[in-house]
């Protein structure tokens, strides 16, 4: 099924108005940051997260400028931490192709986020909208903030599913959540309504991230993500967090206290990611992004009444449970 071409089907020139303002936030006339903001746009993407704004305002309204702007501004915040996010990962790629501190080198990367964010405040200030202006607010607050506890988390050497959801929730699904409550806000529906798009763009972003997390366990060239990689780099998801957890094998946690101090090999590596696929642990996370589909249902069921926004919505539901990439 073309999942993607259902989800954008009722907002096609609301999203095509959308890449454009987007490409013109991210142009410049000057040398080298031309050229680096060149570099950001060839990454394009799916637009998974304008298009849950723009599906949820066309859900309750009309899209309009408030909403463009709220959508650009999310758009550029989130654009702005992964430049960030590449220098403190201190990662080469982003995107399939050389991350900007790859390409050009750390200073340049963290003044080009810089000016990234401060184009998104710049963004949102257009929407003249206070609640949404202190959305995108708090949002960056919580992202920097997920960033720091997953990095302390690395330190210590418990092993908590409650700590893996703070994390997820706070690095990834605050980024649905807000994306979703923004398009309610741009409309001016109750504030019931934004509160219940707010909890279905919360429940997408978590089932994003559990998806993601078990990628991490099988190897495959179209996700171009090893097997093993988020280990390599000290975190602990929850699929082998479950087996950990399930079974209180002493050797298996000696490996995962490895993982966590950065002494972990690629063989031991290995021997975690066959435990958690022999202990459960892929159907423990896949049961748990199960849950979190049931919320994102209920919000289908009760708040959307357009037949088209209600095929694009499941469709989009669908899209991130089940997507390969």
């Given amino acids: 099924m073309d999942y993607l071409s259902l989800i954008r089907r009722p907002i096609e020139s609301e999203l095509s108005a959308f890449i454009q303002m987007f490409d013109e936030a991210l142009s410049h006339t000057d040398g080298l940051l031309s050229d680096t903001l060149q570099h950001i746009r060839k990454r394009g993407g799916k637009r998974m997260r304008p298009m849950l704004t723009l599906l949820i305002a066309s859900n309750y309204g009309q899209v309009n400028s ?3 702007h709220a959508a650009v501004g999310l758009e550029l915040l989130h654009t702005a931490s992964l430049v960030h996010d590449d220098v403190v ?38 929407t003249n909208h206070t609640e ?8 960056g607050q919580t992202l920097s903030s997920g960033e720091l506890l997953q ?40 504030p019931e309504e934004v509160s219940a798009s707010y909890e279905f763009g919360k429940a997408i972003g978590m089932i994003f991230q559990i998806r993601d997390d078990i990628f ?34 002493e050797p298996m946690l000696q490996l995962a206290k490895k993982v966590k101090n950065g002494s972990v090999s ?31 249902k209920r919000y289908i069921d009760f708040h959307v009444k357009q037949s088209s926004i209600r095929d694009a919505l499941t469709a989009y539901l669908e899209f991130v449970a089940l997507r390969n990439i």
Avoid: W
Avoid at 90 to 108: D, H, I, L, M
Avoid at 132 to 139: D, E, R, T
């Fill in 216 to 249: 991490d366990y099988f190897d495959s060239k179209e996700i171009g993500k090893p097997t093993g990689n988020d280990m390599a780099e000290g975190k602990l998801t929850l699929p082998v967090i479950y087996a950990l957890k399930s079974t209180g094998l």
């Fill in 89 to 126: 990962d201190e990662s080469g790629e982003r995107r399939g192709q050389p991350s900007v501190n790859a390409s050009f080198n750390n200073k340049v990367a963290v003044l080009v986020g810089d000016y990234i964010l401060s184009t998104a405040l710049l963004n949102v200030s257009l």
């Fill in 266 to 296: 690629s063989d031991e590596i290995a021997v975690l990611v066959n435990f958690a696929k022999e202990r459960g642990g892929i159907d423990y996370a896949v049961k748990k992004m199960n849950d979190f589909s049931e919320i994102a």
């Fill in 132 to 139: 949404i202006i202190k959305s995108l607010a708090q949002l």
């Fill in 66 to 68: 408030v909403t463009q």
């Fill in 151 to 190: 990095m302390n988390n690395f330190k210590d050497d418990g092993i908590s599913e409650e700590i893996y959801y703070r994390v997820i929730e706070q690095k990834t699904a605050s980024l649905f959540a807000t994306c979703a409550k923004n398009g309610a806000l741009s409309v001016g529906v109750s």
